[in-house]
Structure formats: C-alpha cells, structure tokens
C-alpha cells in the first residue's frame, strides 16, 4: 500500500518550493502523481549560464525542493519523483538565508556537522578563496550582467515577479530599473566594494560549512542528493537559531575552486573531492528574524498540470497574470 503524504499537493509544493536557490531563480517545477506522490522538475528557463554552466547549483535547488519534502526520491530521466514523508512544518516556514552581518558570537552549529571553526588553517583557506574568487567574478561583466537581470529594483518588479533579489537585499532603495541598472553594475557591483562587503560580513561569523562530492560523483542524481543533505542541514541549523548565508563563488570560479579543494581537502580521500558549497554560519539575531523572507512564485506557475505547460488550456494561461517561464528583465 502507498503511503499517503501528511499534507495536500498545494501544501507540499508551498513547502518544497521555500527551498534556496541561486540568485533566488527558483528553478522548480511540481506536478502530482498517482498515490499521494510529488514530481520535482528541474525549470531549465531559470537556468544561469553564468555562474551555473554545468547545472549543478541548479540540481542542489531541486535537491533542497526535494529535502523539504522528507520522504524517499528517485530520479527517472529529469523527473524526482518524491513519496513525501512528514515535513518539518514549522521549522521550514522559519528558515531563511541571510545577507550581510551575522550576530557576531559562537554559533551553536549541530553537533559533529564537520563545521570549520574562526580563525584556523582552513579558515583562512576559505577566506583567502572568498577573496580570489569576488576579484574575478565581479570584474566579469557578463556575471555582472546575469546577476543584475535577476535584481528587482523596485517594488512593482519585487510584486509582479515573486522571485530574484529584492533591491532591499542590495541596500538600496527603489528605483526604475533604467536607473538602477547600470548605476548598480557599475559604481556598486565592483570587486573592491564586494569584497569589502564579504570580509566585514565573514567577521562577523564563526564558522564555515563545506558541502564536497566525490568527482566521480558529478551529475543530477549526486547533486539532488547533496541538495537533500543541504535542507536537512539548513533546517537543523534553524533549530538552533544559526544564521546561515551561502559563500558559493568560492565553488562557482574552477580555479578558484581548485585551489580550495587542494588546500583544504587535504588526505588522500578527500582530495578526490570537490567544493560544492559553502556556507557561513553565525548567531541569529531578533533583528535577522524579522526582516522579510525572500518571494516565492504563485503556486499556480510552478505546479504542471500536464507534462507539457503549466496550465492545461489557453484559458488558464491568458488568465493568469504572470507568464510562465519568463525570466530576466
């Protein structure tokens, strides 16, 4: 007998779809299955080429998605199909990524998580690749450019688009997007202002974590599975009022990335390992709480009523109010 999920289809996929996900592209899609069961989809118009070219923070996405859900999964070409278990309701609705400072303090990281402590060897191998790696991302235009299509500069965008960056995550305040464009890529987005904002951020914190995968390991499946092993981490961290942010150009840049997993992958088995993400851990504060969580699409342009679109006819998609699969500016 197949086990019926604890939750309705449209409960599950709000969960599911408040996983992470790069420049907060949301890269999912859901469609219910026979007997209780949830299909996860990879949303490839959400891909970023940039900074993601091989997919893989896209998969981890989903894998996250997947995590939510707390149930067993499978992979059948690009489908996850998911038999969900009971999700951690409340602590899911809690969590949330940070930008910026962290409370400053010794976070309370789970137990025997592997966490990398302030001030160490690796540490400092973390800190020295966080800045190899913001020199060259952000003198690269076409990241720059890709970062900046997924900003929302005002709160019309923020509203109509339920996904990206909102302005206020930038420390700016609303403007036309004419405006806001090249004013941010040019005068903020620089590798001496971002790497000014990493290190006081990174001074604030008192761990780091590094998720690595064994190199023959790479592909969909591996990285879904990480992406579990992510949520479950995220969701513990949130238990213990960590604060969490993600540090990933340190994965993203391969040179960079080489160079992290040689120096602080250091025995023979973990050398055959590489960086996948990194994140920087600290104490949550009141002030963190409360700031708004970042938006999600409607349910209506995320969940599949067939295996084709989103809608299952021409009515439902000139109705709805956002067209499905549209991204950038």
């Known amino acids: 007998m197949v086990p019926q999920p604890t939750l309705p289809f449209r409960?599950?996929?709000?969960?599911?779809?408040?996983?992470p996900?790069?420049?907060?592209?949301?890269?999912?899609?859901?469609k219910e299955s026979s007997g209780g069961g949830v299909e996860v989809r990879p949303d490839l118009t959400r891909a970023l080429p940039v900074c993601d070219p091989k997919q893989r923070e896209l998969w981890?996405?989903?894998g996250c998605a997947v995590g939510v859900l707390n149930g067993t999964w499978k992979l059948e070409g690009d489908v996850v199909r998911v038999t969900p278990g009971v999700p951690r309701v409340e602590v899911v609705k809690k969590r949330r990524s940070v930008r910026g400072a962290h409370g400053g303090g010794t976070a309370d990281v789970p137990p025997g998580s592997g966490c990398v402590a302030k001030g160490g060897d690796e540490w400092k191998a973390?800190?020295?690749?966080?800045?190899?790696?913001?020199?060259?991302?952000?003198?690269?235009d076409a990241y720059r450019d890709e970062l900046v299509d997924w900003i929302r500069f005002n709160r019309k965008e923020v509203d109509e688009r339920r996904d990206g960056l909102s302005y206020a995550c930038t420390g700016s305040?609303?403007?036309?997007?004419?405006?806001?464009?090249?004013?941010?890529?040019?005068?903020?987005?620089?590798?001496?202002?971002?790497?000014?904002?990493?290190?006081e951020a990174i001074a604030t914190s008192s761990h780091f974590k590094v998720f690595?995968?064994?190199?023959?390991?790479?592909?969909p499946a591996a990285w879904i599975q990480l992406?579990?092993?992510?949520?479950?981490?995220?969701?513990?961290c949130t238990e213990r009022n960590v604060a969490v942010s993600f540090l990933n150009q340190c994965c993203q840049v391969d040179s960079v990335n080489a160079t992290l997993k040689a120096s602080l992958l250091g025995d023979d088995e973990n050398k055959r390992k590489t960086p996948v993400v990194v994140l920087r851990l600290g104490t949550m504060t009141p002030d963190l709480i409360a700031k708004p969580r970042a938006p999600r699409r409607p349910l209506d342009d995320i969940i599949l009523l067939s295996d084709h679109r989103a809608y299952d006819d021409e009515d439902d998609l000139k109705a709805s109010p956002v067209v499905f699969g549209v991204v950038g500016s």
């Open 60 to 62: 981890v996405s989903v």
């Open 173 to 199: 305040p609303p403007m036309p997007r004419f405006i806001g464009r090249p004013l941010l890529k040019w005068l903020f987005l620089t590798p001496a202002t971002q790497l000014k904002a990493d290190l």
């Open 212 to 219: 690595a995968l064994a190199d023959d390991d790479a592909g």
């Open 21 to 30: 996900s790069s420049h907060n592209s949301q890269p999912w899609l859901f």
């Open 11 to 19: 409960e599950l996929v709000a969960l599911a779809s408040s996983a």
């Open 227 to 236: 992406g579990v092993e992510l949520m479950d981490f995220l969701l513990d």
């Open 126 to 140: 973390i800190v020295e690749a966080v800045k190899e790696a913001d020199a060259i991302q952000w003198s690269d």
